[in-house]
């Protein structure tokens, strides 16, 4: 009861109100770090039932679910490569080693101009090449003609950032990008694009040659939240606990002299 009334006399009343706003704002913080665990958790839920789900199977028609609702689920898709229209993504490596890797539409089976739907492709991603075979035009090597049929997941496409470098938007034909604008793309395309990409999964039997194929890695982690807003409950804890220490300890002075006036009345 004695330090309560300390801690809010003339004396310390204003170092207790920042010390109560410092707590306030630390538990604020560890609320928030709760929020976006929860928002991790629900998008680690959303995503496991993504890769749970069947394979897309692309025919050509347009997919009436949301684009981004689509990423990293797996597809099916079968036709012939343009590979006129193909374009390679820069600065890619491969342990270590600089390439490319080749985006080519897919011009999906079924969709052509002697039916009523439209010609319509997908990009794919078919993987990296070395930067030596760009260097010296060998990229036919690894054209692939006639029907082929390619499983692979979903990617959304990638627009400039407002923040990037504009110089990386050339205007006219592109035949080397630094990401797969799939809107820019569809500029130079004569038919339709599906508005994301895919990228191919390695064959069964793994990588033996170029192009050379990963998957991107699905991280189902809760992240770091869990431990920050611990974190910061025990920082408040610390603050307060640390500045009723510091109190108590200034009382036996100011008690002891009390009690030295009760003696000589």
């Given amino acids: 009861m004695q330090l309560l009334k300390a801690i809010f006399s003339r004396k310390w009343i204003g170092p207790t109100v920042v010390v109560l706003l410092?707590?306030?704002?630390?538990?604020?913080?560890?609320?928030?770090?709760?929020?976006?665990?929860?928002?991790?958790?629900?998008a680690n839920a959303v995503l496991m039932a993504t890769l749970a789900s069947?394979?897309?199977?692309?025919?050509?028609?347009?997919?009436?679910?949301?684009?981004?609702?689509?990423?990293?689920?797996?597809?099916?898709?079968?036709g012939e490569f343009d590979l006129a229209n193909q374009v390679v993504l820069l600065v890619q490596s491969w342990q270590g080693q600089a390439g490319v890797h080749?985006?080519?539409?897919?011009?999906?089976?079924?969709?052509?101009?002697?039916?009523?739907?439209?010609?319509?492709?997908?990009?794919?991603?078919?993987?990296?090449?070395?930067?030596?075979?760009?260097?010296n035009g060998n990229l036919a090597i690894y054209d692939e003609t006639g029907p082929v049929r390619l499983t692979g997941v979903v990617a959304l496409s990638q627009p400039l950032s407002r923040y990037g470098n504009p110089e990386l938007e050339a205007a006219g034909r592109q035949t080397a990008v630094y990401r797969v604008d799939v809107p820019r793309l569809q500029?130079?395309?004569?038919?339709?694009?599906?508005?994301?990409?895919?990228?191919?999964?390695?064959?069964?039997?793994?990588?033996?040659?170029?192009?050379?194929?990963?998957?991107?890695?699905v991280d189902l982690s809760e992240g770091s939240h869990l431990?920050?807003?611990?974190?910061?409950?025990?920082?408040?804890?610390?603050?307060?606990?640390?500045?009723?220490?510091?109190?108590?300890?200034?009382?036996?002075?100011?008690?002891?002299?009390?009690?030295?006036d009760n003696d000589e009345t």
Avoid at 55 to 75: F, H, M, Y
Wanted: charged share 20%.
């Fill in 22 to 42: 410092g707590m306030a704002v630390m538990v604020r913080l560890s609320i928030w770090q709760f929020d976006r665990l929860a928002e991790r958790r629900a």
């Fill in 54 to 78: 069947e394979s897309i199977v692309l025919t050509g028609e347009p997919l009436a679910a949301d684009v981004a609702q689509l990423k990293d689920r797996q597809v099916v898709a079968e």
């Fill in 102 to 135: 080749l985006i080519t539409p897919l011009v999906i089976a079924g969709s052509d101009t002697a039916n009523p739907k439209p010609l319509r492709a997908v990009l794919v991603d078919r993987g990296w090449v070395p930067q030596t075979d760009v260097d």
């Fill in 187 to 217: 500029e130079q395309m004569p038919y339709d694009l599906l508005p994301f990409y895919i990228i191919q999964a390695p064959p069964p039997a793994g990588n033996t040659a170029p192009p050379l194929r990963e998957l991107p890695e």
């Fill in 227 to 260: 431990s920050y807003a611990l974190q910061w409950l025990l920082f408040t804890c610390i603050l307060g606990g640390g500045y009723l220490i510091f109190v108590y300890r200034s009382l036996p002075k100011a008690t002891a002299v009390h009690q030295d």
